[in-house]
């Protein structure tokens, strides 16, 4: 799996968003498959974008060899900045769950100090804990040579109703029991994001 991360210009959400179907094919059409893809709503928009290649060096290839891709790039440079960040990841979890009105999309990343297998061991344990409060986790992917762990869930309300919703889940004794994981997490960051893979169809 490949994790795909880049800036959008400040105010040049919607003109990104007209390019950003295109975008999607390309890769499609150099045996790229996208399985889900995010842009964070506040502040700078960030882009998270997970695909897979069974060949990714071969697709990379093909990809940068195609004329198609200059003309989009060209298209696409007044909007983005030029921050792309392209790492392979391993795949903690990838659901496979409907795109539905009303939820909103937490994007979270966390960087990992100490053993990533015991970080892992306790987030295993969060996720059911979680979706036992209506977050549905959306994928989770591990980027250990970089020590990043970038997650996502929704929730049935808005962003504005997501402090009381944390404060609930965090307040059940099963989370609490498992509070050891912030003995992992450096640094972290959330945002509030929109599912793009709608965007693209």
């Not at 059409?29 to 060949?55: C, I, M, N, S």
């Not at 009381?164 to 640094?187: C, N, S, T």
């Amino acid at each position: 799996m490949q994790l795909h991360r880049f800036t959008v210009r400040p105010r040049h959400l919607d003109a990104f968003l007209e390019l950003w179907p295109e975008a999607v094919e390309l890769r499609r059409r150099h045996g790229f498959q996208t399985h889900q893809a995010y842009v964070e709503t506040q502040a700078e928009p960030k882009v998270t974008w997970l695909y897979h290649h069974d060949d990714p060096a071969d697709g990379e290839w093909s990809l940068r060899n195609d004329p198609d891709l200059l003309d989009l790039e060209e298209r696409l440079r007044p909007h983005v900045f030029r921050n792309l960040v392209v790492r392979p990841v391993d795949v903690e979890l990838l659901a496979d769950v409907p795109e539905e009105l009303g939820r909103t999309v937490c994007l979270r990343r966390y960087s990992i100090v100490g053993e990533w297998d015991q970080f892992l061991d306790i987030w295993r344990r969060i996720v059911p804990v979680r979706e036992a409060h209506g977050f549905r986790c959306l994928f989770a992917v591990a980027d250990r040579g970089k020590d990043l762990f970038t997650w996502a869930f929704d929730f049935d309300g808005t962003w504005d109703e997501f402090p009381e919703l944390q404060r609930l889940y965090y307040r059940d004794p099963a989370r609490v029991e498992l509070g050891g994981v912030f003995d992992f997490m450096a640094d972290y960051a959330l945002a509030p994001a929109q599912s793009l893979v709608i965007a693209s169809r």
